[in-house]
């Protein structure tokens, strides 16, 4: 009798496995073909708890998509909250994290930050405001110089800080990245940064972040209007930016 109620059982279990392999292997086509957000509030909060773990701070339109792209591929660790590469994969090499209310106070970390005028200029165009706003361009500045300010030069609480600057990323990758490297305690392989790197193209950053169509924008009026931006709101960027804070200008 139990021998007719386990057989009765299997094709149950067998359709449950099929169900659960269909899942995974739909996530890895998923992370092939986009990404994926983690919201598994247990993996965050352990994350969170280790003491060890680092965490990736940058301000909004600062290049932390293109970043934590590489990093995937070249560590072969995702980061949370968005997996790009390895959803199998749980060992979690950061958390990324805005901190736009500037309330952060976490002791491992890399920061990535930006040049302001283009950084500013982003920012409106992601929230769809008015370029030619000088209260919301002043907003927005003021709030990354505070932002600057804060990871630069104000805080005492890190007990491991790598500082990478966008610009020098894209002009010495290999350089700069070899500052995350020695974060983490490795030794840079140059062949394989390259061959990350090769994979993470504007296009490619736009084909794995379908759920936030504006992360990359590639259309050439975007660039136009940047230069243009630039040329009349430039100065004023950087006049608000300092206000109070000269001593940003030595970091760009």
């Not at 352990?46 to 970043?67: D, Q, V, Y």
């Not at 002791?107 to 990535?112: D, K, N, Q, S």
Request: overall charge neutral; aromatic content about 12%.
């Amino acid at each position: 009798m139990k021998s007719v109620i386990a057989h009765s059982h299997q094709p149950i279990v067998m359709w449950i496995r099929h169900l659960i392999n269909l899942y995974r292997n739909r996530s890895v086509r998923a992370a092939h073909d986009s990404s994926i957000s983690i919201l598994d509030n247990n993996s965050i909060e352990e994350f969170k708890s280790g003491a060890n773990n680092t965490f990736l701070i940058s301000f909004p339109r600062t290049g932390s998509h293109w970043l934590r792209m590489i990093m995937e591929l070249y560590f072969g660790r995702p980061s949370l909250v968005r997996v790009f590469y390895y959803p199998e994969r749980r060992d979690y090499l950061t958390l990324h994290t805005h901190d736009l209310e500037l309330d952060v106070v976490w002791t491992h970390v890399i920061y990535l930050y930006r040049e302001p005028v283009s950084t500013i200029y982003s920012q409106l165009q992601y929230h769809k405001e008015n370029i030619d706003d000088r209260e919301r361009i002043a907003y927005w500045s003021d709030l990354y110089g505070r932002h600057l300010d804060k990871w630069l030069h104000q805080e005492t609480f890190t007990k491991k800080k790598t500082v990478v600057r966008y610009e020098r990323l894209k002009d010495d990758l290999t350089g700069e990245f070899a500052k995350i490297c020695a974060h983490f305690g490795e030794p840079l392989d140059v062949a394989r940064l390259q061959a990350a790197a090769a994979q993470v193209t504007k296009e490619r950053v736009k084909q794995k972040t379908p759920h936030d169509p504006q992360v990359i924008t590639l259309n050439r009026s975007y660039e136009e209007e940047r230069r243009r931006f630039r040329v009349e709101y430039g100065d004023f960027v950087w006049q608000v930016l300092l206000d109070g804070r000269e001593h940003l200008r030595e970091d760009f």
